[in-house]
């Protein structure tokens, strides 16, 4: 205890404390409790300790010249205070700043700490009218996450003249445990016990799989040869459940589905991935090839990220993923995790890319929640404004802009909340005078990890996302991304990558080491490490735990051996930690060693294709659907009112505030902003970028998502979602036959079981999601070049289940020849004509304002893409010749949020006729002011190029509905009479409010 | 533009440790017809790069996070090039040679002591000022608009009356001592550069000025007027199409004509001409 050194940084008094003044805000306004006042320390422990000489010149380095004050031990302040809480980490979680600040200390006194030294960082939090039990509340609901972190409450004087607090979180140093033997031999019941115990998530028939095999292969002379009997090891089974798991595999995907639907005959599906996603693709590719005789598509599927020809000089690559579960417990670390992890998969895809921006997209449950919330769940409020931190800070820091991002609320994501973040890199055509697409590792090349160390965190991480939230959730499923490690490993590794020092890359994310070196031994044939090698953040790993570890910011290269010293000695000059772990093999084999011992020899084959296909069934009964009642016409002045109320509901508000504390134009590429408008404070539809500095082309990014349309039907939400993405990536410009998609399906879980009574239903959902989203994908010809699914998107909190609605986001990511002729929501001047392309129907069911007013809507929006396609293309013909100088289409509420939002977007006002909206069957009031029908596009044009727009047009349904007009009005009206006329600026107050409340991501770790 | 003009300019951007500001920065320096040096700063540390820092004449500290703004932003940067290139650094300086910090770069000539540095030539590498986190706490990507003080003696603010900028940080709140000593600065002619209302005049309140710095401190520079240290972003509007503005404009080449661009042409312009 006494060989730490504690050194505490406050402000100084007369200064400002704005992070205590955000803590003390947030206390007031999510908790109620009115706390006086609220300032905070920095707090650095170091050991083994500093001399008081080196003490003293840290404390005043950190503290610097005028603001803060540091000192040795305890700032001194005279109070008085009430409560003092102090946070700092548990034992071996992830301390980035303690990290830098020890590189800091060793440089400014010019020595090094030693082995085994550690700065560990924590925060003090001094408050004022408070009690003991209102600050212990204050810590747990507010400032420390106990998973992760501990908590200290003292009042003031104990804390102030009692002894300085010199623990620190170190992890206990233990033995290494033994490598265990697991006899398979046992009953049908303990199999699944042990499946259970041990964390596999491990189904009986996979058990009783890999029981078989080692009935057979158990006795093999090689495996006997390498050490090992006939029972399988810890590390072996555990290998095998992360590479079999849910989550690696997509085993649902990729099932034997029997389908039954009422009045049909049952069919069968052999897979929903090879069906409907690649068989898309597959299709989609060849048409391509007829066409333009080559295809765009450079590497779909196989990869870390898809990846579609973009210029003479690059490629794109792009991968969206969820991190769904580790975001419910530790909502900052699980969502930086996600982004930082996100960033992997393009970095390791081919050999590699440079990351130009990211996307993010969550779904909660409302921050205004007041029902209590079940034990184990955190209120969606903290999760909302963690998952924002996490990943504010994750993109930030990592120096890549964010170029969309969306909110969508539903009280059934209480239970699990969604986190869905994406990135886009740039991949060189050639990489010393290769192609950038492809991998070449071959035997004898080194196995290299670079990046982190390794340490118990996040081991499980791969089955645990494959299995439901419970209480005793396990808290080492938890990583924190460090986006500063990684950052300096990417930077090591372009310059790898550039001078030709590896011939292989991936990522080491879920299943670790198992599935980085497991699916890149697939090319060689074989691959031979040993464990004992690997860099640990602390002793007393098993071996198991380092072959699953996901601890972050690592990825797993292969090295030719004659480049070897090259690549480690350029890593040491980097200051990023690389390790040589052992080499491919051609032997067919996955042989893993600890320390000269064999601990895992498993035939490669029966690794990656020894899982044996799931077979489901899936049994479609429609839900259900009432026709909205009719609500009477309101007056306008009553509907002036509604339309503000329906403006500020959650779901369609603006959350400009905190997506501005995303950075979205670092790398100077960025075009069309996440706000555009006059003062920009309007969502834009779709994102454009450049490619790259001195060019003009672009890529154009956007997204569908419609979870509440699965409540009728979830082939309907998937055609929504791709239907959207496609017309908003045209409304700003794209090329129509250069958009290609992912797709992140994240379900309730679909698997039989006796607390899940509904699985076959869910499974229909599924079937007829990636149907829809099959069809629309090919009418519009969008390719789906990559995807992820998640498909344990429940809780089970005392005995209660609370399941997601099943969700897929559809993401497009689209080519744009010049940026320059980029389109946006805002149109030029008043006296713009206003037109409305494509018909309304009477399709409120799933829609907004069927949620604002409690009741069902009917039937959801349905697509026809087939007939719409052409449609489109004489849209987005007109749009990229400059005949329109505003574009937008309708999403979520449909035509009335859509006209708002134009007007708001150019600080004018529009005058429209609702008669004149180009209708299929009678759509009443409602419907044509919020039925949230697809295919629509509203379109502005200068009142002289009217008539060529028209003739654009020529036999697409289409109308004039109105025009811009310089009073900031919106006056809607209908059969002759006014329907709305209210003040834009009125109706936007609420719209600006609901989301951007000032404390909201404010510190909000 | 004279593209031949600054070919001669030795510029060097030091990279690496979590800066993430650099490909825009040299693109800004390659658009003027410079040609600049990208070196890893571990590099300059084991002085492994062919040349030192006093053989340039330009020394751009780019925007990013180093270490994370971990303790403070530029802290463990600046301790580091303390602790490894000070003589290096001053021989630079003492040559007369132009440095420029932009974001997490100002942060860092702020620790290092060069901003705003000592009432007179040379430097004495003592910080005197912090750059506090921002009034309004966290991060926030706005443009904001900067009204450069008239008559300055800048050297990478020469003939620029106003910038529009992004702004794009969390910790940039300009702080002294107190009112006395911020102005003996503006006396001194350290205060450049003020976030501005839409008046035009200086000002304190929220966003115009994202982070409540006093009388809209923005950008400070050294005695010699060769050091330029800014928390905004003209490396992030490299041409009119940056501007938010740009796509309703009629003529956007003519209405945005003037970009971030200016600043690095007019420390290019300086260098090229000592």
């Known amino acids: ?1005 | 533009m004279s593209a031949g003009r600054y070919g001669g300019v030795r510029v060097l951007i030091p990279t690496g440790f979590g800066l993430n500001c650099e490909a825009e920065t040299a693109h800004a320096f390659r658009a003027l017809g410079a040609e600049p040096d990208l070196v890893h700063w571990t590099d300059l540390f084991a002085h492994r790069h062919g040349r030192r820092l006093a053989d340039y004449d330009v020394l751009v500290f780019v925007g990013g996070f180093s270490y994370g703004d971990h303790i403070a932003g530029g802290l463990v940067l600046a301790t580091r090039i303390r602790a490894r290139l000070l003589d290096d650094l001053r021989a630079f300086l003492d040559r007369g040679g132009y440095a420029l910090g932009i974001c997490n770069g100002f942060q860092t000539l702020l620790r290092l002591g060069l901003l705003p540095g000592p009432d007179a030539p040379p430097h004495d590498f003592e910080p005197r000022a912090d750059l506090a986190p921002n009034d309004r706490l966290g991060y926030r990507d706005a443009w904001v608009t900067l009204r450069v003080e008239p008559d300055t003696r800048c050297a990478w603010l020469r003939g620029i009356d106003r910038l529009e900028v992004p702004s794009r940080h969390g910790e940039g709140r300009f702080v002294v001592a107190d009112d006395a000593e911020l102005e003996r600065l503006e006396r001194r002619g350290a205060v450049v550069l003020r976030y501005v209302g839409p008046d035009g005049e200086p000002t304190e309140a929220w966003p115009h000025n994202p982070n409540g710095s006093r009388r809209g401190v923005a950008g400070i520079t050294d005695a010699t007027g060769r050091i330029l240290g800014l928390m905004p972003h003209p490396d992030a509007f490299l041409h009119p199409w940056h501007h938010p503005r740009a796509l309703v404009s009629d003529a956007p080449e003519d209405e945005f004509s003037r970009t971030g661009l200016a600043v690095f042409r007019a420390g290019l312009e300086a260098a090229a001409s000592r």
């Open chain 1, 1 to 1005: 205890m006494s060989d730490v050194t504690r050194i505490e940084i406050a402000m100084r008094s007369g200064f400002s404390d704005s992070r205590g003044r955000a803590v003390a805000r947030r206390i007031r306004t999510h908790l109620g409790i009115p706390v006086r006042d609220v300032r905070t320390r920095d707090v650095y422990h170091v050991e083994p300790a500093l001399s008081p000489g080196e003490a003293e010149r840290v404390a005043r380095e950190f503290a610097g010249p005028v603001t803060r004050v540091g000192a040795v031990g305890r700032v001194e302040d005279p109070g008085p205070w009430d409560v003092a809480i102090s946070v700092g980490y548990r034992p071996g979680v992830t301390d980035p700043v303690g990290k830098s600040a020890r590189v800091a200390i060793e440089d400014l006194l010019g020595r090094s700490l030693g082995p085994g030294a550690a700065v560990y960082t924590s925060r003090v939090y001094l408050l004022a009218g408070v009690d003991l039990e209102q600050g212990r509340r204050i810590a747990r609901e507010l400032l420390a996450n106990e998973i992760i972190e501990r908590i200290s409450v003292l009042d003031w004087d104990s804390f102030a003249r009692g002894p300085v607090d010199l623990s620190v979180p170190r992890v206990a140093v233990t033995t290494v445990p033994e490598v265990e033997t697991i006899d398979l031999e046992r009953s049908d019941d303990d199999l699944v016990r042990l499946s259970r115990e041990r964390l596999l998530a491990l189904s009986l028939d996979e058990l009783r799989t890999i029981r078989d095999f080692f009935r057979r292969a158990g006795d093999d002379p090689a495996r006997r040869a390498a050490g090992l009997g006939p029972a399988p090891t810890d590390a072996e089974l555990e290998c095998l459940a992360q590479t079999w798991s849910e989550h690696c595999k997509h085993k649902i995907m990729n099932a034997r589905i029997r389908y039954e639907e009422p009045g049909a005959a049952p069919e069968t599906i052999d897979s929903l991935f090879r069906t409907y996603i690649r068989g898309t693709t597959e299709q989609l590719d060849a048409r391509i090839r007829a066409r333009e005789g080559a295809s765009w598509l450079v590497s779909v599927f196989h990869d870390n990220a898809g990846v579609i020809a973009a210029t003479d000089r690059h490629h794109l690559v792009y991968k969206v993923e969820t991190h769904n579960s580790p975001s419910a417990l530790d909502p900052y670390g699980g969502a930086i995790t996600g982004i930082v992890g996100v960033n992997r998969d393009p970095f390791g895809t081919g050999l590699g890319s440079e990351l130009l921006s990211n996307v993010w997209g969550y779904c909660f449950a409302s921050p205004r929640t007041s029902t209590a919330i079940p034990r184990g769940l955190l209120h969606p409020r903290r999760i909302r404004e963690g998952v924002h931190q996490g990943v504010i800070d994750g993109g930030n820091q990592s120096g890549i802009p964010y170029a969309r991002g969306w909110e969508y609320f539903d009280p059934r994501f209480l239970g699990k909340p969604l986190v869905f973040c994406g990135t886009v890199g740039r991949m060189p055509v050639t990489v010393a005078g290769r192609p950038a697409e492809r991998k070449r590792c071959r035997p004898g090349d080194r196995i290299v990890m670079v990046g982190g160390r390794i340490g118990k965190d996040g081991i499980h991480g791969a089955t645990f996302s494959s299995a439901e939230l419970t209480e005793e959730s396990p808290v080492q499923a938890v990583q924190i991304g460090d986006p500063i490690t990684q950052k300096m490993m990417f930077d090591f590794l372009l310059e790898a990558r550039d001078r030709g020092l590896y011939s292989a890359i991936t990522d080491n994310g879920a299943g670790g080491l198992s599935s980085s070196v497991g699916e890149m031994a697939q090319q060689p044939g074989g691959a031979r490490m040993d464990l004992a090698r690997a860099p640990l953040k602390y002793q007393g790993l098993a071996p198991w735990e380092i072959l699953v570890s996901e601890a972050q910011e690592r990825m797993t290269v292969a090295v030719p051996p004659d480049r070897l010293d090259e690549f480690l000695e350029l890593a040491r000059r980097r200051e990023v930690e690389a390790t040589d772990l052992g080499e491919f093999t051609d032997d067919g084999m996955f042989h893993v060693l600890h320390d000269g011992r064999t601990v895992c020899f498993l035939p490669l084959e029966f690794l990656h294709d020894g899982l044996p296909p799931m077979e489901l069934t899936a049994r479609w009964s429609p839900p259900g659907h009432r026709p909205m009642p009719v609500a009477p016409r309101p007056d306008p002045a009553t509907f002036g009112q509604q339309a503000r109320e329906f403006l500020a509901r959650e779901n369609l508000a603006s959350n400009e505030l905190i997506a501005r504390q995303y950075d979205h134009e670092v790398k100077g590429l960025t075009i069309v902003r996440p706000f555009v408008g006059r003062a920009g404070d309007v969502p834009s539809d779709a994102a454009v970028m450049q490619i790259e500095h001195g060019r003009w082309e672009g890529y154009v990014l956007a997204e569908g998502v419609f979870p509440c349309y699965s409540d009728v039907d979830a082939w309907a939400m998937a055609e929504a979602g791709v239907d959207l993405a496609v017309r908003r990536v045209l409304a700003a410009g794209a090329r129509f036959d250069r958009i290609a998609a992912l797709d992140n399906y994240c379900w309730p879980d679909p698997l039989p079981g006796p607390d899940n009574p509904d699985a076959e239903h869910k499974l229909a959902q599924l079937v007829r999601a990636s149907r829809g989203l099959a069809r629309a994908c090919l009418a519009y010809g969008v390719p789906l070049i990559s995807g992820k699914d998640s498909m344990k998107n429940d809780a089970v909190i005392g005995g209660m289940r609370i399941s997601i609605p099943p969700t897929l986001l559809v993401s497009a990511i689209a080519l744009i020849e010049d940026v320059r002729r980029a389109v946006t929501l805002e149109t030029r001047a008043a006296g713009d004509v206003l037109f409305v392309v494509g018909e309304t129907r009477d399709e409120l069911g799933g829609t907004e304002w069927a949620r604002a007013r409690g009741v069902d809507g009917g039937d959801v929006p349905r697509c026809t893409p087939e007939d719409w396609a052409a449609r489109y293309r004489a849209v987005s013909g007109a749009i990229r010749d400059g005949l329109v100088r505003a574009a937008h289409a309708p999403g979520r509420g449909g035509l009335l949020p859509a006209l708002f939002q134009m007007a708001r977007a150019a600080r004018l006002g529009i005058e429209a006729d609702l008669d004149a909206v180009p209708v299929d069957g009678q759509p009443g009031w409602e419907a044509l002011a919020f039925a949230e029908s697809c295919g629509r596009f509203l379109l502005s044009c200068a009142p002289e190029r009217c008539a060529e727009l028209e003739r654009r047009l020529d036999g697409v349904p289409h109308a004039v509905l109105g025009r811009f007009v310089e009073p900031q009005v919106l006056r809607l009206s209908l059969g002759g009479e006014p329907l709305l006329d209210a003040e834009v600026d009125g109706l936007a107050a609420g719209w600006e409010r609901t989301l951007n409340d000032d404390a909201a991501g404010e510190d909000g770790r």
